[in-house]
């Protein structure tokens, strides 16, 4: 089923991601056809055409707001996908924790260089691991070497796993102890890799700098001084609230299932916040428009490196994309469990676009996925 997008006028599976993102952002101006009536919509009938079962996507400019959805909000009903539906939207909110820790070393309270075992004594230790040699900034970055938790988190990688523990809680020092049990990657500093456990232990850090809790900070920093009413940090509640549509997941294997109901305390800083495709693009407007960040502070988020599991360049909690029209623009994938989305924003975030779908994303709905945020930037509004 497909469901006419709407306009109005007012004010991440990492492996096979750098081809993506390499088609998208090289392939576009040879290929693209010449516009129709409602690109967008065209845009999210191809996602939906690749095997989603709900997309949804909304674009900004400075004069003009797009909207488009197609499939259904479940499986097997006629339910169109909700307008502007929250949704889990995973490693995004990482962008979320790198921000707060960037406004405490704005604010003189902490620096990028200081040591996790400054703040978190102890806690990185064992098997090759030492927090007193990493960095907060290579926390951030994914330069750190540590370990990722997720294969250590049962309900995150198998039916079975998810039927037995979805609603199982997890403290940020027990996640952080899992990851421990294995050797780090490489040493600090040397090499480049995806750690959900390094914005876990980012987290945990907000809290020794501030007394206050990740959950606490980033309501009192972000969501709230933004006005973002559809945006939560859920702590251990499994439900999602409010409109929204299920997500399901295959487990690489030939069936899905519904994984709408999951405890998200297993990505404390990493991956747990739940928003709507709008409050991101208004996140990512006042983000790179300079409303949350003093200029030291969003440079050094913006100060990219390569990150060749990614395929593009990464600097702190944010990508960096090349667009099909020149230049590039600042993002992050987001995925947990059945809800994969992908957003960002030009430099001056005066554009921006945030697509979802709610199944898993093969790599023709991660290509069709990165396209439209690709052409949406790239699009002349008027």
């Known amino acids: 089923m497909h469901v006419s997008g709407t306009r109005r006028r007012g004010p991440l599976v990492l492996s096979g991601l750098a081809a993506v993102l390499l088609a998208a952002s090289t ?20 996602i939906h055409d690749t095997g989603a079962v709900g997309v949804f996507a909304e674009a900004t400019s400075p004069h003009t707001r797009d909207s488009a959805r197609a499939g259904t909000a479940e499986r097997g009903t006629g ?12 490693s995004t909110t990482k962008t979320f924790t790198a921000t707060v820790v960037l406004q405490l070393v704005g604010e003189g309270r902490m620096s990028l260089e200081d040591t996790v ?71 600090p500093g040397t090499d480049w890799s995806y750690s959900n456990t390094n914005y876990i232990l980012a987290a945990m850090i907000i809290h020794e700098v501030t007394g206050r809790s990740w959950a606490q ?23 999602i609230l409010g409109p929204h549509a299920h997500g399901y997941a295959a487990f690489s294997t030939d069936t899905s299932i519904d ?55 990464y600097g702190l909690g944010l990508g960096e994309i090349p667009l099909s029209c020149g230049g590039s623009y ?11 989305a992908w957003g960002g924003a030009t430099r001056d975030g005066t554009r921006t676009a945030v697509v979802y779908v709610t199944s898993d994303g093969g790599q023709d709905t991660q290509q069709a996925m990165t396209t439209l945020v690709d052409r949406e930037l790239c699009r002349t509004r008027s």
């Open 330 to 340: 600042f993002g992050h994938l987001g995925e947990l469990l059945g809800y994969h």
């Open 217 to 239: 900070e980033v309501n009192d920093r972000i969501i709230r001084p933004l006005g973002l009413r559809d945006t939560s940090t859920p702590g251990t509640f499994p439900a």
């Open 259 to 313: 994984v709408t109901t999951l405890n998200p305390s297993m990505a404390v800083g990493s991956g747990s916040i739940i928003s709507t495709a709008h409050d991101l693009n208004r996140f990512y407007t006042a983000l790179l428009g300079g409303r949350l960040l003093a200029p030291a502070q969003l440079d050094e988020m913006t100060t990219t490196k390569p990150a060749p599991e990614l395929g593009v360049r």
């Open 79 to 90: 339910r169109p996908m909700p307008q502007n539906g929250r949704f889990r939207i995973g």
């Open 27 to 46: 392939g576009l101006t040879a290929s693209a056809k010449p516009q129709q009536a409602d690109p967008l919509q065209r845009q999210v009938d191809a």
């Open 117 to 187: 075992e400054q703040w978190l004594p102890g806690v990185v230790r064992g098997n090759g691991n030492d927090g007193g040699r990493i960095t907060v900034r290579q926390l951030l970055q994914h330069t750190s070497g540590i370990p990722d938790v997720k294969p250590d988190i049962p309900a995150l990688n198998s039916a079975d796993g998810y039927r037995a523990e979805r609603f199982r809680t997890y403290t940020a020092e027990k996640l952080v102890r899992l990851a421990m049990r294995h050797p780090p990657n490489f040493p």
